[in-house]
């Protein structure tokens, strides 16, 4: 019954609206206030309409608010309280009993003497947003801290790989050497046992010594050794591989696979292979990087021919949004399904026995893109051939480099 | 209509009450010593400005508007490169920010910011040149130099670039007030000026 003697002086219209808003004259007397603020503050209209904001809210009377309340009243500019800064300017509530957290912006309003204005609150429920930005900010700083970690073990991994794979070696060396040594004291031994005359049952005896054991041990012996250098060759690769500088620049890509066609050409045709390219997109990389990967590439394309097919090893580039995708292409053995996954992983071969290597190859290619900010992936058919994507950030200036590659 | 010194004086001088007047709002908010300064202001055409802030900061800029109408028209800006936007909102609430992109809570806060002193130069430009405007709610845009110009932005825009010093404790941090008029508004404004310049003298503004 009271709601309805109540005037709120047109404003009726707002009563509705979906964020809170009020209407004050320059006593600071309340004109209108709306249902969404009666839901939020608890207070009902009937009971502060035609009262002073100021008893029921006290802190509008502290100047940081009143001064910028105030030049409203002269028809000044919108005024923002923000909710970082204020948290809220009406003490209200929310239903899990959570203090609102609101954004609101005081206008003015022409009042019913035209020569003077009214302030007119908006105010806005921010607190879903600023738990959802809070929330972000926090996953954003745990990522941010989580990779900040990876990136530090991954450095104390590459000085433990350097420092170990260069201790191993003096050793490596000294077992290498004496095994050597042991060798030309075997032959010695046998010399000199050639000139006694030994009794032959005594001679029984030593000969599958001599002539078996000790020779094949050694062997074992200097096969292992062998191996373990190429190892650690390959493990201070990859970690040198992780501490060089890198000097960025574009990359005529053309340029580049014209210059390793040349370098592999003796091999292709000893292979009865040939190397097809198509047109090139340039991209940004570290040049003598990005040519170890595709050296690397059509390397592995010749050693895992299929010696029953003429061999064909075809590179192609596309640009894709921000990034150009190269694909080395073959028609040779492929590669099982259940080992494509492994073979980026430092020291997986899939066939040993068959080809020479450490293992390595593709993990070192694989350590070079993602520094050269991109990436690889693969795709084969066992018996048919492999597919292998390269991406890498695009050359954004076309221009610049047309002018670089003329 | 070009400017003459004495016009361009007291344009400076209009500008620095208004920014006098902000500096006394954030100080009362914040309850902090910050200064605001006005080292100088500059007439610029659009090709100008757009020359100015892409030498003078970097691209990714923070600006807040606000649009004005009436006895003149134009609109207000207040811009800062991005990391000076960052710094100072963490200077102003001690929320340290992760990037150069505001979140909205943080960007809420930069309207106020740029709320106040905007307020405060266009309040004291209408007040003593006893100009009757009506304000837009005020917006908050982050982008390059090309995109926070007002899209209704012509050739024939003349704006009135203020730079703005903040100092709060040790950190300096600028960022500018960018009035754009059209020119017939702008003429209105050195009219104005000029009326004032003639009455009152320029140093009783």
């Known amino acids: ?406 | 209509m070009q400017p003459t010194d004495k016009q361009i004086d007291a344009l400076r001088e209009l500008i620095n009450i208004g920014v006098g007047h902000g500096a006394d709002v954030l100080n009362t908010m914040l309850n902090s010593h910050i200064q605001l300064q006005v080292p100088y202001i500059k007439v610029l055409s659009p090709d100008e400005l757009q020359r100015e802030m892409e030498t003078n900061t970097e691209n990714r800029l923070a600006s807040v508007k606000l649009g004005f109408k009436g006895d003149t028209s134009g609109t207000a800006e207040l811009i800062f490169p991005a990391e000076s936007a960052s710094k100072l909102i963490t200077a102003f609430t001690g929320d340290e920010g992760d990037d150069l992109n505001l979140d909205s809570i943080r960007a809420g806060t930069l309207n106020e910011v740029g709320n106040i002193v905007l307020n405060t130069v266009v309040g004291s430009i209408s007040n003593i040149l006893k100009f009757n405007l009506k304000y837009s709610v005020p917006s908050y845009v982050e982008g390059d130099s090309t995109n926070l110009l007002p899209p209704e932005i012509g050739s024939d825009t003349v704006i009135l670039l203020a730079r703005t010093r903040f100092l709060i404790e040790e950190l300096k941090i600028e960022g500018d007030v960018a009035l754009f008029f059209e020119l017939s508004s702008f003429d209105m404004l050195l009219e104005a000026v000029e009326s004032i310049i003639v009455c009152e003298g320029v140093n009783t503004i």
């Open chain 1, 1 to 406: 019954m009271m709601k309805q003697e109540i005037s709120m002086q047109g404003f009726d219209v707002l009563d509705s609206a979906p964020v809170g808003m009020c209407v004050i004259d320059r006593d600071y007397k309340v004109i209108f206030w709306n249902s969404c603020l009666e839901d939020w503050t608890g207070i009902n209209r009937e009971d502060i309409i035609g009262t002073d904001l100021r008893e029921r809210f006290p802190h509008l009377k502290d100047p940081k608010y009143h001064i910028r309340i105030d030049s409203i009243f002269e028809g000044g500019p919108p005024t923002i309280f923000s909710s970082q800064l204020h948290k809220q300017l009406f003490s209200s509530k929310l239903p899990n009993g959570e203090p609102m957290i609101q954004h609101t912006i005081i206008t003015a309003v022409p009042a019913q003497d035209e020569d003077d204005f009214n302030a007119l609150f908006a105010v806005q429920d921010v607190t879903e947003l600023t738990h959802l930005v809070m929330e972000s900010k926090r996953a954003e700083r745990a990522l941010a801290k989580l990779n900040e970690e990876i990136t530090e073990k991954n450095k104390e991994l590459e000085t433990v790989i350097h420092v170990t794979s260069h201790d191993l070696r003096s050793p490596l060396v000294n077992v290498q050497g004496f095994s050597k040594e042991l060798c030309y004291t075997m032959e010695e031994l046998a010399s000199i046992l050639n000139d006694v005359e030994i009794p032959q049952d005594v001679w029984e005896n030593l000969s599958p010594i001599f002539e078996e054991d000790i020779p094949d041990t050694l062997e074992f012996i200097q096969a292992s050794v062998s191996k373990m250098d190429t190892l650690l060759t390959g493990l201070l690769r990859l970690s040198r591989l992780g501490r060089a500088a890198l000097n960025f620049e574009d990359l005529d890509m053309n340029a580049m696979l014209s210059d390793i066609k040349k370098s592999f050409e003796f091999r292709v045709k000893e292979a009865g292979m040939s190397v097809v390219t198509g047109d090139l997109p340039p991209c940004i990389g570290d040049a003598v990087q990005i040519n170890q990967v595709f050296s690397n590439l059509v390397d592995n394309a010749l050693k895992y021919r299929d010696p029953e097919k003429h061999g064909i090893i075809k590179i192609t580039g596309e640009r894709k949004g921000g990034e150009v995708v190269y694909c080395v292409e073959d028609n040779g053995l492929g590669i099982p399904e259940k080992n494509q996954k492994d073979i980026f992983i430092i020291f997986r071969r899939l066939d040993p026995k068959s080809t020479e290597g450490e293992g390595l190859g593709l993990s070192i290619v694989s350590k070079i893109l993602s520094r050269n900010n991109g990436g690889i992936r693969v795709e084969s058919t066992e018996g048919e051939g492999s597919k292998f994507f390269v991406s890498l950030p695009f050359v954004r200036d076309k221009n610049k480099r047309g002018e670089n590659s003329e």
